[in-house]
Nanobody, 127 residues
Framework: EVPLVESGGGLVQAGESLRLSCAASGFTWADYGVGWFRQAPGKDRELVSCYSTSDGSTRYADSVKGRFTLSGDYAKNTMYLHMNNLKPEDTAVYYC????????????????????WGQGTQVTVSS
């Protein structure tokens, strides 16, 4: 059983929007924080956005601030990444991941260690 399944990727034009979904199975999102990453061809994987299990903050990469938003539906056990005003430089394979909550009193910074990963969904933005 694949613990995380992403969907919602596709080919869009610059300025359009997409919503990526990350459905979990075998665990509940209530026990984990979500992270969204992306990897473009020839580039390293980068963190796009995350819900930090250390302090409950939602963090965004500077390149997506004001355009991307995290949300979740715990009843559906699914997390979402809403992507607006997409740009060609957003083209990448997007992955979601699940971060466990740290032990009480830990100095874990958050958005760093993930137990589960999805298989990725391709987002292509044409100019």
């Amino acid at each position: 059983e694949v613990p995380l399944v992403e969907s919602g990727g596709g080919l869009v034009q610059a300025g359009e929007s997409l919503r990526l979904s990350c459905a979990a199975s075998g665990f509940t999102w209530a026990d984990y924080g979500v992270g969204w990453f992306r990897q473009a061809p020839g580039k390293d994987r980068e963190l796009v956005s995350c819900y930090s299990t250390s302090d409950g903050s939602t963090r965004y990469a500077d390149s997506v601030k004001g355009r991307f938003t995290l949300s979740g539906d715990y009843a559906k056990n699914t997390m979402y990444l809403h992507m607006n005003n997409l740009k060609p430089e957003d083209t990448a394979v997007y992955y979601c991941a699940a971060e466990p909550y740290p032990d009480r009193g830990s100095d874990y910074p958050g958005c760093l260690t993930y137990d589960y990963w999805g298989q990725g969904t391709q987002v292509t933005v044409s100019s």
